[in-house]
T-cell receptor, first 115, second 114 residues
């Protein structure tokens, strides 16, 4: 296991279409996070899973966004009826659920362009 | 929302010089972390400093934390061209279940020239 994998790396879609991103975390990590990053900004928190439970969602995650982690392993982030404002880099990260401070390991990201 | 603000937004130095970037944040934290991001790629963790620590070193990196001023600084000594990247501070205020909700700043773009 070489790290956090994200697929696809780049997705170009037309406004109104649905898109789905997949994240495969480091296998022994039980925590998984989704962030969104727009050009020139830092990543913004979207949601967090511990095993298969989605424990927190940001207000940024509108009802067009849904994230799942069905078996506590890989995760998907789906955006329905995409808008041009959804264009961004979607970053997945995972961490080992130890007590105290955890360090996040990020994937390379999935870049979404909505035309 | 972004909690941290990095200063400067951009920094250009010569190889061998030191680079210092600063981060200010707004709320109480458990710890503060610094990450590096090469253009168009994911973030890589550099160093973590807990709220009860004042200074930490890792190789060519030195981080300080002043919780009374809600600020941190990252010093990269003897910079190399390979250090060219964006640097982000991230504050950890905790999450349900003990996870980390890292809130990132806007970043400092560092360019190290030969």
């Amino acid at each position: 296991d070489t790290g956090v994998s994200q697929d696809p790396r780049h997705k170009i879609t037309k406004r109104g279409q649905n898109v789905t991103f997949r994240c495969d975390p480091i296998s022994e990590h039980n925590r998984l996070y989704w962030y969104r990053q727009t050009l020139g900004q830092g990543p913004e928190f979207l949601t967090y899973f511990q095993n298969e439970a989605q424990l927190e969602k940001s207000r940024l995650l509108s009802d067009r966004f849904s994230a799942e982690r069905p078996k506590g392993s890989f995760s998907t982030l789906e955006i329905q009826r995409t808008e041009q404002g959804d264009s961004a880099m979607y970053l997945c990260a995972s961490s080992l659920g130890e007590t105290g401070a955890n360090v996040l390991t990020f994937g390379a990201g999935s870049r979404l362009t909505v035309l | 929302s972004q909690q941290g603000e990095e200063d400067p937004q951009a920094l250009s130095i010569q190889e061998g010089e030191n680079a210092t970037m600063n981060c200010s944040y707004k709320t109480s934290i458990n710890n503060l972390q610094w990450y590096r991001q090469n253009s168009g790629r994911g973030l890589v963790h550099l160093i973590l400093i807990r709220s009860n620590e004042r200074e930490k070193h890792s190789g060519r990196l030195r981080v300080t934390l002043d919780t009374s001023k809600k600020s941190s600084s990252l010093l990269i000594t003897a910079s190399r061209a390979a250090d060219t990247a964006s640097y982000f501070c991230a504050t950890d205020a905790g999450l349900t279940g003990g996870g980390n909700k890292l809130t990132f700043g806007t970043g400092t773009q560092l360019k190290v020239e030969l």
